[in-house]
């Protein structure tokens, strides 16, 4: 049956998620940009369906917005960063060094902190960053003041809470990487440091971006963590959220929502480049 | 919009409502000026109370209609129930904002709104003026939250007062000598507890600093902190900015600032009585004061909806919520002060009217109530215009940057 009715059957495979993609994803986003490019009541908050670029205006003319945009992208950065160092050598040590049973333990530790609330998490750092914590004590018994709430913080806590998306992508690059490769290295005289540089890195680059995908657009699109431990600060999120909450200015929030997409499609375009598409 | 006749208002605020100009005569002690403005939709109001719907959709702040789902022991609407034979069904809502938004469906027959809500629900013609004969209750109600500018316009009640409070001036009494009697611990730039100052973190706080202003600048000539034109909006911002150097953390979850309180990573700023009952509560040595340039503060109105099918069950629920009973529930559960000047006798802490001072009319007299600000000057200029809403929501932005 299947062979008389090729088509009829793509269709059926394909239509629910063509579906699911188009209407309820990239529709979605479509609705997005439109808003953004209407007008709203100041008084009665009612959204005026006016086309203008006001809210662009707004965005590009008011500098606030760039310090923000830019903050960012720069947490965003420093995230990523911290969590790729940090992710490599546990990555390297779970997929190469330990032992099957030791493998899955470290596997499971790895994966035990989704397990908690993102809350629960978030709220722990803010206790250990507020006066009289857990870091605030050990930057005092050293002599040094406390980072206490700030920007500082605010990278840790996203830093902590994205970890375990950089290791897992890094990991499964590695099991790929065929130990036989680094043998023959070792038997061709490469020593531990060229082999890691010459064999394992290469491997570990489009996963290292594949995971920076995640660690880099959650820490974009955040807005709670910066709200529990960023002290003063504010992120892309906090201007989305305050337009949405407070003010009821959707066609502002939208505007701004445009920022991180913006963002996104450029560095999912340079990701590309790397070839970490084909290992997601 | 319809004409108002000029006989008829007694102008309490005036406001320019979008398009015909109406004239409305006179003005109240406070608000001086033309009165060239708000005008509310033209809706009759209810002239007669008959027999209830049997059913009830109520729009709430959390903790103003319980109904034993949280705590078996809160609960105010199942004896309402009993009573009436109103089936009630309750929808809670976060943010002024949000109330707005969902009285816009049509879908609640009465609803708690604060002052930064009522007038953008009386003119948008989501809610209707009340008849405040139908309602018993009301006759027990203090007088000094009656024909507020934001409850009232031109003298007609579009709703029945339920409860008020004050953001007041807080500090760790350890921390913070000597005790402060001025908002400039929190606003001077030279502040002894810089970086440990908290705030408000919400556009609405932009009144707080100008009411600081309006009393340590008086050349600035700000009469009411809700109406600011470019000048004042712009001398308040900065006034913020400074502050910002100042400020530890601004907070909107009061629980978040009862543990910055504790940790002291926060000495000094805005808070709410119940903050401080609760942080007293965990031996934190806290106390608050109203400073010497006044104090911003919230006042709730029970207000009905203009597309009701349900008004006899709406008013008798009015009435129910500002029963003395039922108002001393509300008001210790949530931490603020009665309307009903009969409920203080029935609150369960005997102390409970005297700490929020419920019927203390000059204190209630220094509070600036949240009202929403609108480009047309709440204080009665014309010859201005004022920054709206939307303009502070984007200064708050920037203040924070």
């Known amino acids: ?280 | 919009m319809k004409k108002l006749s000029v006989a008829v208002s007694l102008a309490v605020l005036a406001l320019v409502a979008a398009a015909c100009g109406t004239s409305g005569g006179g003005d109240s002690a406070a608000k001086a000026g033309s009165s060239t403005g708000f005008s509310a939709p033209d809706l009759p109001k209810l002239d007669k109370l008959g027999a209830g719907e049997g059913k009830l959709s109520v729009l709430a702040w959390p903790g103003y209609a319980e109904d034993g789902s949280n705590d078996p022991k809160v609960d105010w609407v199942t004896p309402f129930e009993k009573q009436t034979g109103c089936q009630v069904t309750v929808k809670t809502f976060g943010t002024s904002d949000e109330a707005v938004t969902l009285m816009k469906t049509g879908q609640y027959d009465v609803v708690s709104a604060s002052g930064d809500a009522t007038l953008r629900l009386i003119a948008g013609g989501q809610v209707e003026p009340v008849n405040t004969d139908l309602v018993p209750n009301y006759a027990d109600v203090y007088a000094f939250l009656k024909n507020r500018p934001w409850n009232s316009v031109n003298g007609q009640m579009y709703g029945i007062p339920h409860g008020w409070g004050a953001n007041l001036l807080m500090w760790r009494t350890d921390k913070v000598k000597p005790a402060p009697t001025s908002w400039s611990v929190v606003f001077d730039a030279n502040s002894p507890y810089k970086g440990t100052v908290t705030a408000y973190d919400s556009p609405i706080y932009i009144a707080d600093a100008a009411m600081y202003l309006m009393a340590t600048k008086p050349d600035l000539g700000i009469k009411n902190p809700y109406a600011l034109d470019d000048k004042q909006f712009a001398a308040t911002v900065d006034l913020l900015k400074t502050q910002k150097t100042l400020v530890s953390e601004y907070w909107s979850d009061y629980l978040k600032e009862v543990q910055a309180f504790t940790s002291a990573n926060s000495v000094v700023g805005t808070t709410w009585q119940v903050i401080a009952n609760v942080a007293t509560g965990e031996k934190v040595p806290v106390q608050v004061t109203v400073p010497t340039e006044g104090v911003t503060g919230w006042s709730d109105t029970w207000m009905v909806s203009a597309t009701s099918k349900h008004k006899n069950c709406a008013y008798q629920w009015l009435n129910h919520i500002i029963s003395p009973q039922a108002n001393a529930a509300v008001a210790e559960y949530f931490g603020e002060a009665p309307a009903n000047g009969k409920a203080c006798a029935l609150t369960a802490d005997k102390n409970h009217c005297t700490t929020y001072h419920a019927g203390d009319a000059t204190y209630a007299q220094k509070i600036w109530y949240w009202t929403t600000p609108i480009a047309q000057c709440l204080d009665g200029r014309t010859d201005v215009k004022c920054t709206d809403y939307s303009k502070w929501t984007q200064a708050w932005t920037q203040i924070k940057g």
């Open chain 1, 1 to 280: 049956m299947s062979t008389r009715h090729p088509r009829a059957r793509l269709a059926l495979l394909l239509g629910p998620p063509m579906l699911w993609l188009g209407v309820a994803y990239l529709g979605a986003l479509a609705a997005l940009f439109v808003t953004a490019l209407w007008t709203q009541n100041g008084f009665t908050g009612q959204i005026e369906r006016v086309w203008t670029l006001d809210s662009f205006k707004t965005l590009f003319t008011v500098e606030v917005y760039r310090t923000i945009a830019l903050r960012t992208i720069a947490v965003a950065v420093l995230v990523t960063v911290i969590d790729a160092v940090v992710a490599f050598p546990i990555a390297v040590y779970m997929s190469k060094v330990a032992g099957p049973g030791l493998r899955r333990f470290l596997l499971v530790a790895v994966l035990m902190p989704l397990w908690a609330s993102y809350l629960v998490k978030a709220y722990a750092w803010r206790g250990m960053f507020s006066e009289g914590g857990l870091v605030s004590s050990a930057f005092e018994a050293v002599g040094l003041k406390s980072p206490g709430y700030g920007l500082t913080a605010t990278v840790v806590t996203l830093s902590y809470l994205w970890l375990p998306y950089m290791i897992l992508p890094i990991y499964a690059g590695l099991e790929r990487l065929p130990d036989s490769l680094l043998e023959a290295s070792a038997d061709l005289g490469g020593r531990t440091l060229q082999t890691l540089r010459r064999i394992v890195l290469p491997t570990v680059v489009p996963a290292m971006a594949a995971g920076s995908i995640f660690t880099f657009s959650l820490t974009l699109g955040d807005y709670i963590a910066v709200r529990i431990v960023g002290g003063t600060n504010q992120l892309l999120g906090n201007v989305v959220y305050d337009n949405v909450g407070a003010a009821n200015n959707l066609p502002f929030a939208a505007a701004v929502a445009t920022i991180p997409v913006v963002v996104m499609v450029l560095y999912l375009a340079a990701v590309r480049r790397t070839g970490a598409m084909e290992s997601l």
